[in-house]
T-cell receptor, first 113, second 113 residues
C-alpha cells in the first residue's frame, strides 16, 4: 500500500484565495483525520470522519474551514478565504480503529502571503 | 489549556547512551498512550504504544513506561543511534467510540555520533 497520500506537498497562495487540500487514505481504513501543525499549538485535530461521516469538527477554527469526504478513498479540506494565520502544515491521517496508531500522510505545507 | 505536555522542546544525547523523553498529562481518563516519531518533511510515524492496564512495554531498543498515579509517560531509547534524531510526540486517547488522539508539542532529539 502506498500509504496516506496528500496533495499538494506545498501550496503558496495569496490572502483571500480559496485553498483545497486533498487526501487519499489507506484502503480499508474507516477513520480519517485532519490535523494542523504550528509552532505555537503543535499538532491539533481539526476534524475526523468515520465511514465518510464527519464525527467531530469542533477543532475547525472558523467557518472559513470546511471538510468533505465524498467516498472512502478521498477527502478534502478547504479554506475560503485564506488568511496568513492559516499558514501551517496540514496532515491527513487514517486508521482502522480509532484508538489504534494512525498512519499519517507527508503533509501539505501551506503558506498564505 | 494543554492536556498533554512535553516540557523539553529539545534533547541532545551521545550515540550509544540512553535517551529519555518525557510526557505529562492532566486527564486521568486517558487510557491509551502512544509515541510517534517525525522526520523533517514527513508525517509522524507510529513508534510504540501502551494501554493503561500496563506500566511498561518494550519493542527492541524502545521502551515506554507509564506511571498512572503521576500521570507521566516516558520513552527510553537504548542505545541511541544517530538515525533516532527526530521529533518525538507523545499522544493519548480515552478510547471507546468517542475521543481522538491528543498530541504533545514534541521533543526534538539529536543523537550525536
Amino acid at each position: 500500500d502506498a500509504g496516506v497520500i496528500q496533495s499538494p506537498r506545498h501550496e503558496v497562495t495569496e490572502m483571500g484565495q480559496e485553498v483545497t487540500l486533498r487526501c487519499k487514505p489507506i484502503s480499508g481504513h474507516d477513520y480519517l483525520f485532519w490535523y494542523r501543525q504550528t509552532m505555537m499549538r503543535g499538532l491539533e485535530l481539526l476534524i475526523y470522519f468515520n465511514n465518510n461521516v464527519p464525527i467531530d469538527d469542533s477543532g475547525m477554527p472558523e467557518d472559513r474551514f470546511s471538510a468533505k469526504m465524498p467516498n472512502a478513498s478521498f477527502s478534502t479540506l478547504k479554506i475560503q478565504p485564506s488568511e496568513p494565520r492559516d499558514s501551517a502544515v496540514y496532515f491527513c491521517a487514517s486508521s482502522l480503529r480509532q484508538v489504534s496508531g494512525y498512519t499519517f500522510g507527508s503533509g501539505t505545507r501551506l503558506t498564505v502571503v | 489549556d494543554q492536556q498533554v505536555k512535553q516540557n523539553s522542546p529539545s534533547l541532545s544525547v551521545q550515540e550509544g547512551r540512553i535517551s529519555i523523553l518525557n510526557c505529562d498529562y492532566t486527564n486521568s481518563m486517558f487510557d491509551y498512550f502512544l509515541w510517534y516519531k517525525k522526520y523533517p518533511a514527513e508525517g509522524p510515524t507510529f513508534l510504540i504504544s501502551i494501554s493503561s492496564i500496563k506500566d511498561k512495554n518494550e519493542d527492541g531498543r524502545f521502551t515506554v513506561f507509564l506511571n498512572k498515579s503521576a500521570k507521566h509517560l516516558s520513552l527510553h531509547i537504548v542505545p541511541s543511534q544517530p538515525g533516532d534524531s527526530a521529533v518525538y510526540f507523545c499522544a493519548m486517547n480515552y478510547g471507546g467510540s468517542q475521543g481522538n488522539l491528543i498530541f504533545g508539542k514534541g521533543t526534538k532529539l539529536s543523537v550525536k555520533p
